[in-house]
């Protein structure tokens, strides 16, 4: 069976620090993946999305930035963390071909 | 733009009761519509999806309705536990071909009163 992972699920950063947050998937291969964020109260926002190794596409443009160095790896990445990053981030995996997305158990990212 | 709108934003019912939620899409291509399940702390859990061929989807005690001519969409969730106490999402999709995009409603909170 497939299983997603996220790491770390806690985070408390100071502002200009740098991120890294890091996403595995296995048991499927050739998976579509996801990043969302999710600002507290309100919905998912996509941010980045990626069909393929070093394939990525941004949604929305900011201090974020996405990398895949592996087929089942998926990795959001800042420079200098702003107060108005904080949030749960979630990735998601969906099958090549197929519409169904499954969400992983998420980052809360705490930006002081 | 938000490209799907959901309502309401929370809602309490009693233990037994039915809970409705509805979204409102504008983007006629979307052809997939799933709705997801999220406990606090938790990522979603996919629920129930339904496509634009289909007026109607149960599993369980939920129920999506589906109006393609208003371009609506509906959750119903029928004998509400408190257990059922979670946010519910809504979203819609177009496949293009190796995958999809998620546009999600602003979720809603449901309070199943025991």
């Known amino acids: 069976s497939q299983t997603i992972h996220q790491w770390p699920a806690t985070l408390v950063q100071p502002v200009g620090s740098p991120l890294s947050l890091e996403c595995t998937v296995e048991g499927t291969s050739n998976p579509n993946l996801y990043w969302y964020r999710q600002a507290a109260g309100r919905g998912l926002q996509l941010l980045f999305y990626s069909v393929g190794i070093g394939q990525i596409s941004s949604e929305v443009p900011q201090n974020l930035s996405a990398s895949r160095p592996q087929d089942w790896q998926f990795i959001l990445s800042s420079k200098k963390l702003l107060l108005s990053d904080s949030g749960f981030y979630l990735c998601?995996?969906?099958?090549?071909?197929?519409?169904?997305?499954?969400f992983g158990p998420g980052t809360r990212l705490l930006v002081l | 733009q938000q490209q799907v709108k959901q309502s309401p934003q929370s809602l309490i019912v009693q233990k037994g009761g039915i809970s409705i939620i509805n979204c409102a899409y504008e983007?006629?291509?979307?052809?997939?519509f799933p709705w997801y399940q999220q406990f606090p702390g938790k990522g979603p859990a996919l629920l129930i999806a339904?496509?634009?061929d289909v007026s109607e989807k149960k599993e369980g005690r939920f129920t999506i309705s589906f109006n393609k001519s208003a371009k609506q969409f509906s959750l119903h969730i029928m004998d509400s536990q408190p257990g059922d106490s979670a946010t519910y999402f809504c979203a819609a999709s177009r496949f293009w071909g190796f995958g999809n995009v998620l546009h999600c409603g602003s979720g809603t909170q449901v309070i199943v009163l025991p």
């Open positions: 983007n006629t291509a979307f052809d997939y």
């Open positions: 339904i496509r634009p």
């Open positions: 998601a995996w969906g099958g090549l071909h197929q519409e169904t997305q499954y």
